[in-house]
T-cell receptor, first 111, second 111 residues
Framework: TQLLEQSPQFLSIQEGENLTVYCNSSSVFSSLQWYRQEPGEGPVLLVTVVTGGEVKKLKRLTFQFGDARKDSSLHITAAQPGDTGLYLCAAYTSGTYKYIFGTGTRLKVLA | DAGVTQSPTHLIKTRGQQVTLRCSPKSGHDTVSWYQQALGQGPQFIFQYYEEEERQRGNFPDRFSGHQFPNYSSELNVNALLLGDSALYLC??????????FGQGTRLTVV
């Protein structure tokens, strides 16, 4: 069974602080995605990383795919209340054709 | 581009009834996956349709069935509803490993 474990599960920080969320697995993936989900809405795709060691930046968000394509991190600089939400990593495996989701990190940024 | 659209957005059903949820994929996407998301948890994979056939299935009972039409749209059917089927049902469309795009979901409440 392929599992994606995210840490931490919950994070409450003050506006302006930095944070990092981790997504780990023992399996190798073809690609990995990060999503943000707000209550009652579907997840919104933030980024897809494909190459081992790849780093992508989206404004204050930095995403990194591990060299071995088994893990990833999401770093947010100077967090804002608008960053509050559930962050999900998901991985795609060519053999199964499906995306499996991590356990999620619930982030709350206090003003 | 309308993105992924799901209908209805909310639904209340009684135990034992049957329900059909609908999904239209993002333009250019040929693969549709369905997920069940319980409150506070990450999405759980139900099944995936590609070329009008079920290509992969998660750990869900046969009460959950689906269909994909020639225009790539899809339906999720759930028979003999249980209270535990109450959840947000998400449809995601994708094309290879570029990332899955989600609809806003259907909130199903079974009473």
């Amino acid at each position: 069974t392929q599992l994606l474990e995210q840490s931490p599960q919950f994070l409450s920080i003050q506006e302006g602080e930095n944070l990092t969320v981790y997504c780990n697995s023992s399996s190798v993936f073809s690609s990995l995605q990060w999503y943000r989900q707000e209550p009652g809405e579907g997840p919104v795709l933030l980024v897809t990383v494909v190459t081992g060691g790849e780093v992508k930046k989206l404004k204050r968000l930095t995403f990194q795919f591990g060299d071995a394509r088994k893990d990833s991190s999401l770093h947010i600089t100077a967090a804002q209340p608008g960053d509050t939400g559930l962050y999900l990593c998901a991985a795609y495996t060519s053999g199964t054709y499906k995306y499996i989701f991590g356990t999620g990190t619930r982030l709350k940024v206090l003003a | 581009d309308a993105g992924v659209t799901q209908s209805p957005t909310h639904l209340i059903k009684t135990r034992g009834q049957q329900v059909t949820l609908r999904c239209s994929p993002k333009s250019g996407h040929d693969t549709v996956s369905w997920y069940q998301q319980a409150l506070g948890q990450g999405p759980q994979f139900i099944f995936q349709y590609y070329e009008e056939e079920e290509r992969q299935r998660g750990n869900f009972p046969d009460r959950f069935s689906g269909h994909q039409f020639p225009n790539y749209s899809s339906e999720l059917n759930v028979n003999a509803l249980l209270l535990g089927d109450s959840a947000l049902y998400l449809c995601a469309s994708s094309f290879h490993r570029a990332g899955a795009f989600f609809g806003q979901g259907t909130r199903l409440t079974v009473v």
